[in-house]
């Protein structure tokens, strides 16, 4: 009888060839959009890490005699294996790749803990986007492909089973005539028989402990015995078993006593005519090909798989529009990803989109973008363009297409199969005001006033399955809530939507908006801070935004204290920097929180209207840890919870302390993080004095020096002759990167930009302007949205002063005015090598006191302090405090001024007030948690 099935499987396979040849691009959106991502996003930016399980080949979390890739091919054969196409058409269940193994593990015929584990492993990735069925699929794909194997063409599609399938599959025991009639009810003749064992027996082996009479325990390295004599994706198996010598312990050996020989049974089925094939490596891998497709594209006839997986040659991602208080502008931001496989990033100079407004107009002026990142598959690699801009809510967006210009001039069009890529304002999450609380996920949506229809928040959580028959799921089921949205504020042409629901746990957790036909689905929970924002009726009086930005998910940093259309500033007046030490703590950075879980869980405590750093250490005495979050709320413990580590923008933490406005106090899910001095060892924290370091500006690298905070240009780069960015970006790296331009400037943390003149428009901001701590040094200042650090080379600090600069730099052309033209000083700050500075006995009334240490829990002189990190010489600290007993300068740039010294400050060793003064480099302004310090003699 021929089996139904198999004229499918023809079909598809014919489709399979057409496709790979044919390369149709498919059109975003697209069901297979997530599986894609996750299937050539292996490693780098935006990766989804799915390859990393089974790179190298040799892989495994388990140890030594475990092998993961070989674990994910075996469970995709266990998986099909009880497939039974005689009832494809008879509504009884089909089987097939289902996931149904999930449900299987404890039948008897799935021995061994790969299983489990890989199943494991796959629940974190499923979602309502990607089934277990497909991850199936794609860890045959990827395991192959890891090994060194073919490329296994994959489709998108399955569809999980809720229950177990039945008993088949071929165990090695059964005997030929088994096998035969086994393979036979999966859709596979003998031929297909022989060449799917084949191709699933080169990767892994067999564990004495799951299979006695196979292997005897004792025999083998681990008691695991490779099936042939590597751990590859090769012919060996098919080699060594035509021609010796032959290791396989299902071929040869006890298994053959107990008619458990079933790769010898199987081989010669057909008199080794297969096996023989097989030796010539390229055959081999056609027949693998071939077979292991078929084999993964076995699912029940109701099952209609996409085409061959292809990765798009330009892809949105993390696209997202919000709604900005006032309601005149939404905030457009995400990455377009670019396939640079066979065109590589060099040979791009830009990429830009081209949009079309909500009102169908094209709109002359194209969306700038910038690097962001790479990744890499096992045979592709990317580069990921990011973007934020601004646009006005009346004209707005509707869809883009996507720009490449070429280094030699030619354009790329990417215009979606003709369509371009949608995108939809009618409804959006407005992630800034969204929030996860103690568990209660808060969702607002701003809701085009246009649209009429009830607006709907699905929340979809990863529920564990109960334990209870046959056997508990290793993979969680999907549970989806619908909820109505309140309606509150209209802002501008939008209706402003929330509503909240309670969620067992961030991870996994997926939540969108929806109205009638619109929607903003598929955000991840894990992405919210603790606390919600506000979205104001009316405009801020100020906006500082980025022209471009390369991160779009931050945490937001603006207050939600009011409602009120008086917005909060939440940037620092002055440059405040992070408290290195705190009594017996000392700073460790920016903690994330843990997951599902606090990062600190130990004790509590809440003061949101007076918390300080002291304040929490003092309740926190007797823990190692503790961290203040969100400005008021402190937090103690032993230990840091799984999943607290350090944010990757330093700047984060970026709320000032209620009780104290010269520190910070964390931000929403962000710590300000302090752990016992006694158990911190952390060396890149420790500087060669032994002064724990603080954030600040970078006064001096290489031969450049700190020239201000810089705006960007009008409609021009601030500096746009060259640009690195980087996530390990400090000030040491883009001023090398930059030299031989004149001048080297950080903008938002990780990009660096070079000129040799500064574009139009640019200009003087203050200082505390740039306060985004650099991705590759969390104690250095690296620029903020559009705004930027700069540094010139050779120069000085006093603007104008042209006899400063050399005269033989001809290349020196339209210097802005510095904003420190006002300062006396006219040397530059020299770095800390240089000699000639002493320790100035006396300055004006008052006389060296000595080099001390801050107080326990506050600092040592706290009556006033000014800041100036580009020119503060001992002569200025003297004259801001000016009637007070005592003043010191801290860290370079910070004069404290107090009639005492408070308790704990004590005299430390004179060398340890080592940092040279901004505004004279013969004199020493202290250092990290060091205080050069003088008193009022008369
Ligand atoms: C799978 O492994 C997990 C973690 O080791 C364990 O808790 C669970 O009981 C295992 N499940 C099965 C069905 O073996
Ligand atoms: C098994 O099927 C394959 C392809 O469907 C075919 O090429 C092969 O000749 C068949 N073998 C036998 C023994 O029928
Ligand atoms: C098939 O190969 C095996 C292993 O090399 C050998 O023992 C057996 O005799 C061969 N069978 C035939 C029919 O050639
Ligand atoms: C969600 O929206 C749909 C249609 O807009 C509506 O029928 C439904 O009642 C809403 N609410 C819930 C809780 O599902
Ligand atoms: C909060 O802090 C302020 C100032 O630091 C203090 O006066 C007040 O007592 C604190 N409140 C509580 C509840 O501890
Ligand atoms: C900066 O100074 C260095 C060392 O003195 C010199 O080699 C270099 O040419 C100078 N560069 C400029 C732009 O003045």
């Known amino acids: 009888m021929k089996p139904p099935y198999s004229t499918i499987l023809t079909v598809l396979t014919w489709i399979a060839v057409f496709s790979s040849d044919g390369a149709a691009q498919p059109t975003w959106p697209s069901s297979i959009d997530e599986l894609e991502d996750v299937m050539f996003l292996g490693s780098g930016y935006r990766s989804r890490g799915f390859h990393s399980f089974v790179t190298p080949c040799s892989a495994s979390p388990d140890g030594p005699g475990r092998q993961t890739a070989a674990e994910w091919l075996r469970a995709g054969f266990h998986d099909m294996a009880t497939t039974d196409i005689y009832y494809a058409n008879k509504g009884i269940v089909h089987g097939g790749i289902d996931a149904s193994l999930a449900f299987e593990l404890n039948d008897g015929e799935d021995i061994g803990a790969g299983f489990n584990s890989t199943l494991l492993v ?55 005539g088994q096998f035969t009639n086994q393979f036979a009810r999966m859709g596979f003749n003998v031929t297909d028989m022989i060449a799917m064992t084949a191709c699933g027996h080169t990767l ?10 196979i292997v005897a325990p004792g025999t083998a390295p681990n008691d695991f015995q490779l099936f042939d004599d590597t751990l590859e994706f090769d012919n060996n198996i098919a080699t060594r078993y035509i021609n010796g010598p032959d290791t396989d312990a299902l071929s040869i050996g006890i298994s053959t006593a107990s008619g458990r020989n079933s790769d010898f049974q199987v081989f010669s089925a057909d008199n080794n005519a297969t096996l023989q094939a097989m030796t010539v490596p390229a055959v081999f891998n056609s027949m693998c090909i071939s077979i292991l497709q078929r084999m993964i594209e076995t699912v029940p006839p109701t099952v209609t798989l996409s085409a061959v997986i292809e990765p798009y040659e330009v892809k949105p991602a993390g696209l997202q529009l919000t709604l900005l208080s006032g309601g ?69 967006i509707s869809s883009f297409t996507v720009l490449i210009t070429g280094t030699d001039g030619t354009t790329e069009t990417y215009d979606n199969n003709g369509g371009g890529f949608p995108i939809s304002d009618s409804v959006i999450v407005q992630t800034p005001q969204s929030c996860v609380n103690n568990g209660d996920l808060t969702v607002v949506a701003a809701v085009r006033s246009s649209v009429t ?29 619908t909820l109505d949205m309140v309606q509150g504020d209209t802002i501008g042409p939008y209706n402003i939507y929330s509503a909240s629901y309670s969620i067992a746990s961030v991870a996994g957790t997926k939540y969108g908006v929806a109205s009638g036909s619109f929607s903003d689905t598929f955000k991840d929970a894990s992405d919210l801070g603790t606390t919600c924002g506000s979205l104001n009726v009316s405009e801020p009086s ?3 935004s980025s022209i471009v930005s390369t991160s779009s998910t931050s945490v937001s940093s603006s207050p939600i204290v009011s409602t009120s259309s008086t917005p909060v500033s939440s940037s620092p007046i002055v440059p405040i920097s992070s408290t ?26 809440f003061n949101y209207t007076g918390m300080t750093l002291e304040q929490c250490a003092t309740e926190c005495v007797g823990f190692s840890y503790w961290g203040v979050e969100y400005g008021g709320e402190c937090y103690c413990g032993n230990s840091l919870n799984t999943g607290s580590v350090l944010a990757t923008n330093q700047g984060d933490c970026s709320f000032v302390c209620p009780g104290n406005s010269y520190e910070y106090c964390g931000a929403g899910n962000r710590l300000e993080m302090y752990l016992l001095s006694s158990l911190a060892s952390s060396p890149s924290s420790i500087s ?82 740039c306060s985004m701590v650099c991705t590759g040094n969390q104690y250095e200042y690296c620029g903020a949205g559009n705004r930027l650090s700069v540094y010139i080379m050779n120069g000085t600090f006093a603007g104008g002063s042209a006899g400063s600069i050399p005269a033989s730099s001809s290349q020196i052309s339209s210097i802005p005015s510095s904003p420190g033209s006002s300062s006396t000083a006219t040397s530059a700050t020299a770095a800390a090598t240089q000699t000639g500075a002493t320790i100035k006995p ?61 308790a704990g400050s004590t005299n430390a060793t004179e060398s340890d007030c080592s940092f040279l003064c901004p505004g004279d480099d013969l004199e020493y302004c202290g250092a990290g948690n060091r205080l050069s310090t003088y008193y009022l003699t008369e």
């Open 328 to 396: 005149t502008q939404l905030t457009f931001s995400g990455d377009i990803r670019v396939r640079t496989t066979v065109r590589s990033a060099a040979q791009i100079s830009s990429v830009q989109l081209l949009y079309t407004d909500r009102n169908g107009a094209s709109v002359s002026t194209p969306i700038d973008t910038v690097v962001a990142g790479t990744a890499s598959g096992f045979d592709d690699s990317f580069s990921f363009y990011s973007f934020s801009v601004d646009l006005p809510v009346t004209t707005s």
């Open 842 to 902: 006396s300055i004006g009334k008052y006389a060296y006191y000595g080099c001390q240490t801050e107080a326990t829990n506050i600092r040592a002189l706290n009556e006033a302090s000014y800041y100036n990190y580009t020119s503060m010489t001992l002569e200025m600290c003297a004259s801001d405090c000016g009637g007070y007993a005592y003043w010191g300068v801290e860290y370079g740039g910070e004069c404290y001024c107090g009639n005492s010294l408070n």
């Open 204 to 213: 892994g082996g067999v564990h004495a402990e799951d299979f006695t009479n």
């Open 122 to 176: 796959y629940a974190n990735f499923f979602n309502s986007r990607l089934p277990v069925a497909d991850l199936i699929a794609l860890g045959v794909y990827a395991s192959v492909r890891a090994c060194s194997g073919p490329v296994i063409p994959m489709r998108g599609g399955r569809i999980d089973a809720t229950a177990a399938g039945p008993l088949g599959v071929p165990q090695p025991q059964n005997g030929i």
């Open 580 to 605: 290195p030490t705190i009594g017996a703590y000392s700073f460790q950075g920016c903690y994330t929180e843990a997951d599902s879980t606090r990062a600190l869980t130990g004790a509590s405590f």
């Open 688 to 769: 060669s004095t032994g002064t724990t370091q603080t954030l600040h500006i970078v006064p001096s690298a290489g031969l450049y020096n700190y020239y201000g905070c810089y705006t960007e240009g009008d409609g021009d780069r601030a500096l746009g002759a060259a640009f690195y960015p980087s996530d390990t970006n400090t000030i040491e790296d883009c001023v090398a990167a930059c030299s031989p331009y004149l001048y080297a400037g950080a903008e938002y943390g990780r990009e660096c930009w070079c000129g040799n003149s500064f574009g139009a428009g640019s200009a003087p901001a203050p200082d505390s302007d």
């Open 453 to 481: 229809t009830p607006v709907n928040m699905t929340v979809t959580e990863k529920v564990p399955r109960k334990a209870g028959s046959p056997t508990p799921s290793p993979v969680p089921s999907l549970v989806s809530t």
């Open 542 to 544: 100020s906006t500082s």
